[in-house]
């Protein structure tokens, strides 16, 4: 899959990866080949105990039941050093996403840019890969909830990142403190 290997070869190698929005754990498994660890978080329990028999007996791999905006808090605030992250943990529909969780919006991803916000000043290097870019844009009647593109570049801007657009994926990097 393309995005995957955008993450493997954007991410900080050897650095732990935060992803939020498991599904079927394939992006979990590919992260987990060269992180430190890898902690993936995912609302639906049906997912979660999917995820979980999958990954048994993997030790750098935590899954995590709940949604970003209940268990990122808590995740970020036990770590410490490089850090990845792979804001996924949207709503999909269809049938190839039976299962998947629909909180009160489409994306968390303005609680989860609030939350690492707030750990910034703790943490070495940071990459922060955000899926489905399109979707963020005004106009956008299908994804009303999602912010518009400026807010993330305005965010990553404000707190020293550099940012780009590969496939789909608004990739922020910040390689030394502010």
């Not at 990553?156 to 990097?173: M, N, V």
Request: with cysteine.
């Amino acid at each position: 899959m393309v995005k995957i290997e955008v993450l493997l070869r954007r991410g900080l190698p050897d650095a732990i990866w935060i992803e939020t929005g498991t599904f079927l754990g394939d992006t979990t498994d590919a992260l987990a080949r060269q992180a430190s660890h890898v902690y993936t978080i995912e609302p639906s329990v049906d997912l979660v105990t999917r995820a979980r028999i999958r990954f048994e007996g993997r030790s750098n791999i935590t899954v995590l039941e709940g949604t970003s905006e209940m268990m990122l808090q808590p995740t970020i605030g036990g770590i410490s050093g490089d850090v990845n992250f792979w804001l996924d943990g949207h709503f999909s529909s269809g049938p190839a996403f039976h299962g998947a969780f629909h909180g009160a919006s489409e994306t968390p991803i303005i609680d989860e840019l609030q939350t690492i916000e707030r750990h910034l000043s703790r943490l070495g290097r940071i990459v922060i890969c955000i899926d489905d870019i399109r979707c963020f844009r005004s106009g956008n009647e299908g994804m009303p909830t999602y912010p518009e593109r400026s807010f993330l570049v305005e965010w990553a801007d404000r707190h020293g990142f550099s940012w780009e657009i590969e496939h789909d994926i608004l990739i922020a990097t910040r390689l030394a403190q502010s």
